[in-house]
């Protein structure tokens, strides 16, 4: 089986595909403090019902690059790849600097590249919210990145004195009643303004109609609130990507190779 880890700012999230199928996922919080040894435990009890062939592994977070990846190497005794812009992708990268790049997002523009004809947005909501930009020529702009719903909420407890701490859930009414009513207003609705906003000026300056791409664990609570909706929710589009990147790379090709499958909106 591959094992594909994408590492981001909260979470480790741990996707099984067995040749081109998803089997199954798992989610370890992303600590810098534990040491290689003590991943090294954690990946045997995950894993013990699993045989581990190959694994991929982006990461955004500098100071577990080298303890994760020797981790997984040591368990499962192979030679993972790790995502950069020196490895196959596919696509050509045509930011100002390919290596600013987190490893995630150029993921999800290997994922949908060879999925669509003309331009894509892939809107990815994790710790931040960020656009992945891919033209009608296949080739990866940029895009943006802004603070994710998470982010909002601790920057608002942290950063006020009388502001409360509160869950994530539907945003009622745009005008609150109360303070919980206005930071919900202000955090959802506010995330979907800036999305139909952005993707109207991206699309402006692409020249074309895109087609939106929704990744990430609150996507299907912003789309409550878009005047444009989503055209495709991909819950493990990351994880797909580097599925491709892995098999690219490694001249593999997985058994019964199919198409990139999406939910329609």
Do not use: W
Not at 24 to 33: G, M, T, V
Not at 101 to 114: E, P, Y
């Amino acid at each position: 089986m591959l094992l594909t880890a994408d590492i981001g700012n909260t979470n480790i999230t741990l996707g099984l595909f067995d040749s081109d199928k998803y089997v199954n996922e798992f989610r370890l919080a992303s600590d810098k403090d534990l040491s290689g040894e003590e991943y090294e435990i954690l990946l045997k009890s995950l894993f013990k019902d699993y045989v581990i062939d190959g694994c991929v592994i982006a990461s955004v977070v500098e100071e577990l690059n080298i303890k994760f990846k020797r981790a997984v190497d040591n368990v499962f005794k192979i030679t993972s790849v790790f995502v950069d812009c020196d490895v196959n992708l596919g696509i050509k990268i045509a930011t100002d600097n390919p290596r600013e790049v987190g490893a995630d997002r150029l993921a999800n523009a290997v994922a949908v590249s060879n999925s669509y004809k003309g331009a894509v947005i892939v809107i990815d909501f994790g710790t931040a919210t960020t656009f992945d930009i891919i033209n009608s020529k296949g080739e990866f702009l940029g895009g943006v990145i802004a603070p994710g719903i998470n982010t909002q909420m601790k920057c608002l407890k942290s950063s006020t004195s009388k502001l409360p701490k509160i869950d994530v859930s539907i945003s009622q009414r745009a005008v609150g009643h109360n303070t919980t009513e206005a930071i919900l207003s202000g955090v959802i609705r506010g995330t979907a303004c800036m999305v139909d906003g952005l993707v109207s000026q991206c699309e402006e300056e692409l020249g074309e109609r895109a087609t939106i791409i929704a990744t990430g664990g609150y996507c299907g609570l912003i789309a409550n609130y878009l005047k444009r909706p989503f055209d495709f929710v991909n819950p493990i589009l990351t994880l797909e990507g580097l599925k491709e990147i892995y098999y690219m790379n490694t001249k593999m090709v997985p058994a019964n190779e199919k198409a990139v499958q999406y939910s329609k909106v």
